[in-house]
């Protein structure tokens, strides 16, 4: 019986033991169902974010303008940021990170749970949300995939992303968006821009000292700016410090030298004013071939042409020449005329300088390179250089002589006049240029055409509309002056043109290259050709119009240009190795004032930048098929005697004038008479 009892003792205990094992294994299904439930909600409700995309982490960066030193001229962004790789920092850059905001970042699984119940617990106690306990993981998962307000609504998707991001990246991958991601402050994003925000150097260059003030920043990067805190920087600094060392990532040592190593601030960072029109051309181009988010966001390297020094010089120059315009006219006028300027190597096109207006903070319009004005007489060596191009040498005889020609209207005539009003009857194609004859240029497009010259304007770079009559002979169709100062170019480099280049190369934020320029050859002129129009343009600065250009030690060539009733005044000139143009007049083509022509406005201006230009050649290159000859200034014949009548001219040797003297065979030998 006692057996019996025990038997059924035992089976009540096994069956109950059963049961209460089959209840726990049933609140352990409803636990997991319900906690399955939670997350799926969690998943559902909360609407958390996808961290695909933190693969390729590509954020805003910024554009970086370069002049041709490979100095930073100016900057481009939304968001003040260099992307750079955790293998271009110092080691001990994300080491003071992660001692300062996260010292189990490399145990723990995106998500610290100590850190989240010690902030959970001081909050309860404190009746508010001050302390996050936030890992650097769940500090990415924010930034980039979140928005920043503080409820524990976000901070369980927070922990939620963190640690899905921590299965998905290496902790080296979650250290590099951090250190890129962050803000310290000052508008700086990231520690390669907050490196040069406040020490004026890159990241990679950054000592302890230094990496450990960044390293304070991020928690609250106003209370611990050093440009507003410095006492509250050095305790965040100090606290840096001390942490790398607990964690055995520096010594005591090493951390109580960094504490006391004097610290270099950065200087702010500004764009030169005097290169504000030059920066402006670059970004327009930027944006109009490549797109605004390219220019803002893309992180481009842009790298260009521009000489500082020579920049610098061409504002002073422009400035100065528009005060001395004041001077002249200041009890006769009101108002203050603008200028403008172009300088670019002769031989390649790169813009070394560019002045678009006196004052870049009252004006963004660029005359240099959007206004389009009538260029007067700057436009004559065009017309020449057809001419030359074809029958006519320096020494072709045309009539200066009053000329009728139909007008524009029917039954009206034009009657165009020199500037001096007088007509100097037989003239030669060289003193007609230098002397800037009106009538002899119009007589000269009407013998060789109309299209011929436009033909040649075009392949010369001048792309703006030009008449289809005899005005553009004085240069009535409105060109800009990198335009023409292009166009000049081409007899600088001896028949070949040189197109205005501006960038040099431009690369991306991983320094893949998105575009290079180039120089294009295009041999638009014979060497010949173009050496005659500068042998004549060097006689414009030695006795023509372009007097006031004179002074530089080398050789040098020229044209001035002036419109009816002054309203713009011109100087193209150039050395071997550099083209300049000036430009000045109203925006409201108003006028400039009585006798304000290009040799007395422009030609100054001009001067007092290419004095300012190192000079390394000082003679222009003279091609193999030139000869000289004295030729007659008035009859334009040769003049074996070589009297004071007499000027020596250059020629294409295959172009030469008629010689009259025979010797007794009836052949003509000259070779005496001819300096090759």
Same mark, same amino acid.
């Given at each position: ?19 209460? =094992? ?47 030193? @490979? ?39 995106? =998500? ?27 500090q990415v998962a924010r930034a980039l995939l ?58 990679? @260059? ?23 805190? !410095? ?90 020449? =528009? ?18 300027? =172009? ?16 004052d870049f903070n009252k004006s963004q319009f ?12 700057? !436009? ?47 003239? #030669? ?29 075009? @392949? ?73 129009? #500068?042998?004549?343009?060097e006689g414009v600065i030695d006795e023509g ?17 002036? #419109? ?22 109203? @925006? ?89």
């Open positions: 019986m006692a057996a019996e009892n025990k038997t059924n003792n035992g089976n009540r205990i096994w069956t109950w033991t059963h049961i209460q =094992v089959s209840l726990y294994l049933l609140a352990i299904a409803c636990l997991l169902t319900l906690f399955i439930g939670i997350v799926l909600f969690l998943f559902l409700s909360l609407n958390i974010p996808d961290i695909s995309s933190l693969a390729s982490f590509t954020p805003p960066a910024t554009t970086v303008i370069l002049d041709k030193n @490979d100095t930073q001229i100016d900057t481009i962004f939304t968001q003040n940021r260099f992307v750079v790789p955790i293998d271009s920092m110092p080691k001990e850059l994300p080491l003071a990170f992660v001692a300062a905001e996260d010292a189990r970042f490399f145990q723990h699984a995106g =998500v610290d749970a100590w850190s989240t119940l010690r902030a959970l617990v001081h909050n309860l106690r404190k009746g508010e949300k001050g302390q996050g306990g936030s890992t650097i993981t769940q979140l928005t920043p307000e503080k409820t524990y609504t976000r901070k369980i998707k927070e922990a939620i992303l963190a640690y899905r991001i921590d299965k998905v990246l290496s902790k080296k991958e979650i250290l590099h968006i951090y250190l890129n991601q962050i803000y310290f402050g000052e508008g700086a994003y990231g520690v390669d821009a907050a490196a040069r925000v406040y020490f004026g150097k890159k990241a990679v @260059d950054l000592n302890l000292a230094e990496i450990a003030i960044l390293a304070g920043l991020p928690q609250a990067p106003s209370r611990y700016s050093p440009f507003k805190h !410095f006492d509250l920087t050095k305790r965040r600094q100090a606290y840096v410090l001390n942490r790398m060392a607990e964690e055995g990532y520096i010594t005591a040592t090493m951390a109580r030298k960094a504490f006391a190593h004097s610290l270099l601030w950065g200087a702010p960072a500004e764009t030169d004013d005097d290169c504000r029109y030059f920066v402006q051309y670059v970004k327009k181009y930027i944006q109009a071939k490549y797109g605004w988010e390219a220019l803002m966001t893309g992180g481009l390297t842009i790298e260009t042409t521009l000489d500082p020094d020579l920049q610098k010089s061409a504002t002073a120059a422009v400035r100065k020449g =528009v005060a001395k315009w004041v001077v002249r006219r200041t009890t006769k006028m009101s108002g203050l005329p603008q200028a403008a300027l =172009v300088a670019m190597n002769a031989s390649t096109g790169e813009v070394r300088a560019l002045v678009g207006g006196t660029d005359r240099a390179t959007q206004a389009r004005r009538q260029p007067g007489s700057a !436009f004559k060596p065009i017309v020449y250089a057809a001419a030359l191009k074809n029958s006519f040498t320096p020494a072709s005889i045309i009539m200066d002589e009053p000329l009728v020609l139909p007008g524009s209207t029917p039954g009206s005539t034009w009657q165009p006049q020199n500037f001096d009003g007088e007509f100097t009857g037989p003239t #030669t194609l060289e003193s007609a240029l230098i002397h800037s004859r009106n009538i002899v240029t119009i007589k000269l497009l009407q013998q060789i055409g109309i299209e011929p010259v436009r033909e040649l304007a075009r @392949d010369m770079g001048i792309s703006s509309p030009l008449n289809k009559n005899l005005s553009l002979a004085l240069g009535s169709s409105e060109v800009t002056l990198l335009e023409l100062t292009s166009a000049y170019a081409t007899f600088a480099n001896l028949g070949q043109t040189a197109r205005p280049v501006f960038i040099t190369k431009i690369t991306d934020r991983n320094g893949n290259t998105v575009e290079s320029f180039k120089r294009k050859k295009r041999q638009v002129l014979a060497q010949e050709t173009a050496y005659l129009l #500068t042998r004549i343009m119009t372009g007097k006031k250009a004179q002074g530089l030690p080398g050789e040098a060539a020229g044209k001035t240009g002036t #419109t009816d009733g002054y309203h713009d005044a011109w100087f193209i000139g150039y050395t071997p190795e550099m083209v300049c143009g000036v430009w000045m007049g109203f @925006d409201k083509k108003l006028s400039l004032g009585n006798n304000e022509t290009g040799g007395l406005a422009c030609a100054p201006v001009w001067l007092d930048f290419m004095q300012k230009v190192p000079v390394e050649k000082e003679k222009f290159p003279v091609p193999e098929g030139i000869v000289f000859l004295p030729i007659d200034r008035q009859t334009g014949k040769f003049n074996p005697a070589n009297s004071d009548k007499s000027t020596w001219m250059a020629f294409d040797k295959d172009k030469m004038p008629w010689l009259e003297q025979p010797d007794d065979s009836g052949q003509q030998d000259f070779s005496g008479q001819i300096e090759e």
